[in-house]
C-alpha cells in the first residue's frame, strides 16, 4: 500500500485551509457559501438538483446534458479498462524497454545522459517516494504564496521572493539523490564506472528535475505575478527562480556524495532516514539550505536595492554553480563509492 503518504500530504494541506481562509479576510461566510453553490450548481450533481427545481425543458436539457456526459464517461473507461486487459504488463516488457520513445530520447543523443533522464522521469512519475516530495514543495509553495500576499498586501518581489522560494524547495530534493536508490545504488556504481560516468549521472538527474521544475517555477511566476498585480515582474522572477534552482542542484550533488543516507521505503512523520542516521539527515537538509542562502546572495542582494536587471544573469550564475558543484561532486563521490553506497544501504 503506497496510498499513505498522499493520505498525510493532503491531511496537512486541508488543515491549513481553515487558516488560509481566516486570513484571506472573507468576512462574509453566507457570501462565501453563495459563491461555492454558483461553482457547484454547474457539476453533474448540482446540474441534476436544479434540474428538479427548474422543471420543464431547461430541466430537461440539463438531465440530458449530464446523461451525455455519464455516457461518455463510462464509455472512456470501457477503453481504458479493455485496454489495461490486454496490454502486457510493465514487468514483461523488459526486451522493449530501450525501443521505448520518450522524451530524453527525442532530444539527446543515444548515452548514459539519455539513460539516466529517462530513468528519473519514470521514477519521478512512479514512485511514491519522489512524488510526495514534489508534491509537499508544491504545496508549502502555495501555503506561504497565500500567506505573504495576504499579509503583505503584495508588491512588486513578492513574485520574485515567492518563486525563489519554491525552486529552494524543489532543488531540496536533491539533496539525496542516491538515498531513494537504496541496495539498487551498486548497479549505477557499475554503471558509471568513471569519475566522468558519475557527473554524467548527476547531469541526467539534474536534467529530469529541469524538465519538471522550470516549466512549475514559470507557471508560479507568471501566477504571482498576476496575482499581485505587478506583470513586469513575471520575467524578473521566472529568471531569479531558474538562478536559485541551478545553485541548489549543484548544492545538492554535493550533499549527496558528502552526507548521503538511506531513504526508508515507509516513510513517516517522525523520520525520512533509516535508523542511526536522521542527523545526517537534518546536517544535509540544513547545510544545504544554508549553502544555497549563501550563495544566492551574489544576486539576491542586488535585488533588494532594485537592480532587477541583475536577474537576467541569474540562470547562467545557477547553470555555473550547478556544473562546479556536479564536477566536485563527481570527483568526491567516485572516491567515496564504497562509502556512499554502504551509507544508502542501510536496513529500514
Known amino acids: 500500500m503506497t496510498c499513505w503518504p498522499w493520505r498525510r500530504c493532503w491531511s496537512s494541506l486541508l488543515a491549513q485551509l481553515p487558516n488560509l481562509l481566516v486570513n484571506r479576510g472573507f468576512g462574509d461566510p453566507v457570501a462565501l457559501l453563495h459563491g461555492l453553490a454558483g461553482v457547484l450548481r454547474w457539476t453533474p450533481p448540482g446540474m441534476l438538483a436544479h434540474a428538479i427545481t427548474d422543471g420543464g425543458l431547461l430541466g430537461l436539457g440539463e438531465v440530458a446534458l449530464v446523461a451525455l456526459v455519464a455516457v461518455a464517461v463510462a464509455v472512456l473507461w470501457i477503453k481504458a479498462l479493455s485496454r489495461a486487459l490486454v496490454t502486457p504488463d510493465v514487468s514483461t516488457q523488459a526486451a522493449s524497454v530501450r525501443r521505448e520513445s520518450g522524451l530524453a ?13 529517462t530513468k528519473e522521469l519514470k521514477y519521478i512519475r512512479r514512485e511514491p517516494r519522489y512524488r510526495i516530495g514534489w508534491f509537499s514543495a508544491i504545496v508549502v509553495t502555495v501555503i506561504l504564496a497565500f500567506s505573504l500576499t495576504n499579509q503583505g ?18 532543488a531540496l530534493q536533491s539533496v539525496n539523490a542516491f538515498g531513494i536508490d537504496g541496495r539498487s545504488m551498486w548497479m549505477n556504481a557499475v554503471a558509471f564506472g568513471t569519475e566522468r560516468g558519475l557527473a554524467a549521472d548527476l547531469a541526467g538527474r539534474h536534467l529530469a528535475n529541469a524538465l519538471i521544475a522550470v ?120 572516491r567515496r563509492t564504497p562509502e556512499l553506497l554502504a551509507a544508502v544501504s542501510k536496513p529500514t
Open 153 to 170: 498586501g503584495g508588491g512588486f518581489g513578492t513574485p520574485i521572493g515567492l518563486t525563489a522560494l519554491g525552486a529552494g524547495m524543489i
Open 215 to 334: 516549466p512549475l517555477l514559470t507557471v508560479t511566476a507568471v501566477g504571482s505575478s498576476l496575482y499581485v498585480g505587478h506583470p513586469e515582474a513575471i520575467l524578473p522572477a521566472a529568471l531569479a527562480g531558474w538562478g536559485v534552482l541551478g545553485v541548489g542542484l549543484g548544492v545538492g550533488s554535493v550533499s549527496s556524495v558528502v552526507l548521503p543516507y538511506t531513504v526508508p521505503d515507509r516513510m513517516n512523520a517522525f523520520t525520512g532516514a533509516a535508523p542511526g542516521q536522521g542527523g545526517q539527515a537534518f546536517a544535509s537538509a540544513a547545510g544545504a539550505m544554508v549553502a544555497v542562502a549563501v550563495l544566492v546572495l551574489p544576486f539576491v542582494v542586488p535585488l533588494a536595492f532594485g537592480l532587477t536587471w541583475i536577474t537576467v544573469l541569474a540562470p547562467f550564475y545557477g547553470l555555473l554553480l550547478e556544473t562546479l558543484g556536479r564536477r566536485l561532486a563527481a570527483r568526491v563521490g567516485f
Open 105 to 117: 530520447d527525442r532530444f539527446l543523443p543515444d548515452g548514459p545522459l539519455a539513460a539516466v533522464v
